[in-house]
């Protein structure tokens, strides 16, 4: 059974600013006929565009209900090909084109990053474009499964609203059950990499999954992780917005 926690808060630069959060996450079970399968996926909105953060909030709701409908379509989770992951990715991309279309704006406006991971019982399938990173426990440690993305420029990175997006995503199938990831956007990349080694940071990660191993009710580190992400001292680290999103199923 998988326990879940995930938040997106704003950071304190964009409170001075008078910006909303531009993060998003989402999370979804997902019953099958044998087995119930997780999906994950959170999405940083650009900074410089005016609506990232309804770009960031559509990114990831089309792109649960797109894997809900080709899961619900099959029954069972596959071997995911690059090809499919990247159907919902464009997919993605398409719903993005249609709201801006609607809002009579450049697409640019809605730019933003994206991150998905499904997980089921004996696979598991990941994406990436943009920033941020993805987290699992193999091998008795912490791994990253992607590395953040660089843009062209400095401090720039790719955007799933972008006309060349399909060029920057980044998939991987692990034929392995996965039973432990985290998913997080560039607010937190410094304290969740290490950047010299180019790896995950396992104490970082370690004593939050301890604590979603004991949880007793599907509510209950909500806040306790919202107080986390919003304390003065991890707004001293990074002032960015900040997401994270924690699953499980391993017994402490």
């Known amino acids: 059974m ?3 926690v995930y938040q997106s808060v704003q950071g304190t630069s964009h409170q001075r600013s008078g910006q909303v959060c531009q993060d998003s996450c989402a999370v979804r079970e997902i019953s099958l006929a044998d087995e119930t399968v997780l999906v994950l996926a959170c999405s940083d909105g650009a900074g410089s565009a005016e609506f990232s953060d309804a770009g960031s909030r559509l990114a990831v709701d089309t792109l649960i209900d797109r894997v809900a409908q080709s899961l619900h379509a099959s029954q069972r989770l596959n071997r995911i090909s690059g090809e499919q992951a990247l159907a919902w990715a464009s997919q993605v991309h398409d719903a993005l084109l249609a709201e801006a279309q609607a809002r009579q704006i450049d697409a640019r406006q809605l730019a933003c990053t994206l991150l998905f991971a499904v997980l089921g019982r004996a696979g598991a399938v990941f994406g990436q474009i943009g920033d941020g990173a993805m987290v699992v426990w193999q091998d008795d440690a912490y791994q990253n499964v992607f590395w953040p993305q660089s843009g062209e420029y400095v401090n720039t990175t790719n955007f799933i609203t972008g006309p ?3 060029s920057c995503f980044e998939f991987t199938w692990r034929d392995v059950p996965v039973d432990e990831v985290a998913l997080f956007t560039d607010g937190l990349q410094m304290l969740g990499l ?11 990660f370690a004593p939050m999954f301890e604590r979603l191993r004991q949880q007793t009710g599907p509510d209950e580190l909500t806040g ?5 992400l919003e304390s003065p001292g991890l707004a001293e680290r990074t002032d960015d ?5 924690l699953a499980t199923r391993r017994t402490s």
């Open 164 to 166: 060349k997006f399909a």
């Open 2 to 4: 998988w326990k879940t």
């Open 224 to 228: 306790p992780l919202r107080a986390f």
């Open 194 to 204: 290490n950047f010299r080694e180019r790896l995950a940071h396992g104490p970082f």
């Open 241 to 245: 917005d900040k997401t994270l999103v």
